[in-house]
């Protein structure tokens, strides 16, 4: 039997105190006792086990935080107090104890995998990506001040965000900001992690006392009241200071004139909120430094060392199997251009490989350990790997940016500045382009080609198969300027044969004639779907630069259809429109591609299906139009 545990006891899977599908009553919470809470935590940690077996999702980052929830619920008054999760993934157990059940977790018009506004008054803010807390709660901090009123900020940072170039700009801010925020560091061994020493902690339990507080904002005030006391204030201060420095370890946050609290235990809520009432004393902005465990309390998370339970799908939770069947003859996108990205780095000394933090994802990982001095995870910094890359290319090597769409945006201004500016020989391998599922608002990859259409010198590309993907992937090995190729989050078939077909830029393919009045321009691995149809079907496997002579043999055509279900109307589509109103086309045009909003949660096809740009919604299209 698989045991769920926390530091204060074992428990087995099949005992269940609360039945929180029925939702959960908050204001239960204050008057529990630690034994009480401790035992609370043990439920949360078996319920989400078991909805994630079944729904999927952030699995470790979860576990690892629940009696860090649990404590911050029981000692803080939520919602009052503003609670903010960085990054938005840890906030399944905050979704429980503020009254939601996980039974529809990540489904169509179910509970999102992060903090959602519309939801819940206990979800203050939103964010599905990282680092922003920092900023965020900055602002909530200002507005209550300027408003005169009375509660606490909170943000909650792990996961390395910590480390990322957003959350360092925020906390060199603070430093001089008046406006208290609690920020809690949820060290899991993924981000700072130094330890400090016992006699730190007695000192800042000294200093960060009420009494302490107190009298040193009193010393002062009669400092400044009586001016010749002032020397005194000031050697006292002075001496305090030449002690603690000589005698404690410091780090960023004491040298930028934070209190800071030291290592704390998150899995022991006795002591976090020890740590939380020393906080919410403080006069100005608090770190606590809190470390846990990702994937507490099941075996095969807490050992994971790579990120494989970080996100998961539905599993068995007995073996830790995976449920998805699986066919022989497929591989995900993202390890067929890992495979591709194995053989080059091979054969060729100047080929260098960078992700930031998504090597696991991506199917990477196993590349960075085979080639340690060429390949790179340069963690949550985006705008670093992307200017890295261009220094690399610089010098004649050539650099591959392994990312994810959404977190590429991150990076639109060095893409221009940096890369494209300077055309340099820099490939991006976009993962997760198009829509990606129960990840939802914050993950759908629909973004990236309309933004990279308006950076000037960038190929945009994508291969409908396995073998077009090779050729694709070929052509980048001598292309010697920004090239971006994009692959959806889906499985393809493997052919083995090989084929040294040469694949020019801008280059389309017709894939089927026809004399009658209708032609499709699409592209990606939807053409498959599309092969029935009785029109003329063009492949753009270049969205970018557009093939325009392939375009002027089309302007006898009644009807051109643009189907994109990999981005919105203002990448291809709108691309391929003004190119027809341009070359003066006199028939008529369609633009079926993804509309210009945020797509919730759901199946990639349920997401489809909303717009009426699933392939059988498509073919159904056509047939009207003739």
């Known amino acids: 039997m698989i045991r769920c545990y926390n530091g204060h006891g074992d428990r087995h899977m099949d005992k269940k105190h609360y039945d929180f599908n029925q939702g959960f009553d908050n204001q239960k919470l204050k008057g529990l006792n630690y034994r009480e809470l401790n035992s609370l935590s043990a439920d949360l940690r078996e319920y989400i086990i078991k909805k994630c077996s079944i729904n999927g999702g952030h699995l470790a980052s979860n576990l690892g935080v629940i009696e860090l929830t649990v404590a911050l619920h029981h000692f803080f008054n939520l919602p009052t107090d503003k609670l903010i999760f960085d990054v938005g993934h840890q906030c399944y157990a905050h979704k429980v104890l503020s009254g939601r059940s996980l039974e529809n977790l990540r489904k169509e018009n179910g509970i999102s995998g992060f903090q959602k506004k519309d939801e819940s008054p206990y979800d203050c803010y939103e964010a599905g990506h ?79 006392s009420k009494h302490y507080l107190f009298a040193k904002e009193k010393s002062r005030r009669f400092a400044e009241k009586y001016k010749i006391f002032k020397p005194f204030y000031k050697l006292g201060v002075k001496c305090k200071n030449i002690l603690k420095y000589h005698l404690l370890r410091r780090n960023i946050f004491e040298a930028m004139d934070f209190y800071y609290i030291s290592r704390v235990d998150g899995h022991d809520i006795a002591a976090l909120e020890g740590a939380f009432k020393y906080a919410r004393n403080a006069t100005k902005s608090v770190v606590i430094h809190v470390t846990t465990t990702k994937g507490k309390g099941y075996k095969p998370a807490e050992e994971d060392e790579v990120g494989s339970w970080h996100g998961v799908g539905p599993f068995d939770v007995l073996t830790g199997q995976d449920l998805k069947e699986k066919d022989a003859n497929q591989l995900s996108w993202s390890q067929v251009y890992a495979n591709f990205l194995d053989e080059a780095l091979a054969k060729d000394e100047k080929t260098i490989l960078l992700t930031p933090a998504t090597a696991v ?11 340690p001095k060429r390949c790179f995870d340069v963690g949550i910094a985006e705008e670093h790997a992307v200017v890295l890359a261009a220094g690399i290319a610089t010098n004649d090597y050539h650099p591959y940016i392994s990312i994810y769409s959404t977190f590429l945006q991150r990076s639109y201004d060095e893409l221009s500045h940096d890369v494209a500016r300077m055309n340099l020989g820099v490939t991006l391998l976009i993962d997760r382009t198009g829509l990606v599922g129960e990840d939802g608002e914050t993950h759908q990859g629909i973004y990236d080609a309309a933004y990279l259409m308006s950076i000037p010198n960038i190929a945009i590309a994508m291969a409908k198969d396995y073998k077009e993907a090779q050729e694709l992937f070929n052509f980048s090995l001598t292309y010697n300027y920004p090239l971006a190729i994009r692959y959806p989050r889906s499985l393809v078939t493997v052919n083995d044969t090989k084929d040294d077909e040469a694949l020019n830029l801008g280059e389309w393919r017709l894939l089927k004639e026809d004399d009658g009045p209708t032609a499709v321009i699409s592209y990606g691995p939807v053409l498959e779907h599309l092969k029935d149809l009785k029109v003329e079907l063009i492949n753009a496997i270049f969205q970018r630069p557009l093939n325009i002579e392939f375009l002027k043999s089309l302007l006898d055509k009644k009807n051109i259809v643009i189907y994109d279900i990999y981005g919105t109307v203002e990448g291809f589509g709108n691309s391929v429109l003004n190119a027809l109103n341009t070359l003066n086309y006199q028939g008529k045009v369609y633009i079926k591609c993804v509309p210009t909003t945020f797509i919730s949660q759901g199946t990639i096809l349920q997401q489809l299906k909303r717009y009426s740009l699933d392939p059988e919604s498509f073919k159904k299209f056509i047939e009207d139009l003739e």
């Open 130 to 208: 990282c680092s922003t807390s920092i900023s965020a709660a900055m602002g909530f901090a200002l507005a209550r001040d300027l408003n005169k009123e009375k509660h606490e900020v909170i943000a909650v940072i792990g996961d390395s965000s910590v480390a990322n170039g957003l959350a360092l700009e925020a906390i060199n801010n603070i430093s001089d900001f008046k406006h208290k925020v609690i920020i809690i560091i949820n060290d899991n061994s993924r981000s700072i992690g130094a330890p400090v020493g016992l006699l730190h902690n007695v000192f800042e339990k000294l200093r960060m």
């Open 361 to 371: 994802g991506s199917a990477i990982d196993k590349l960075i350990d085979k080639y």
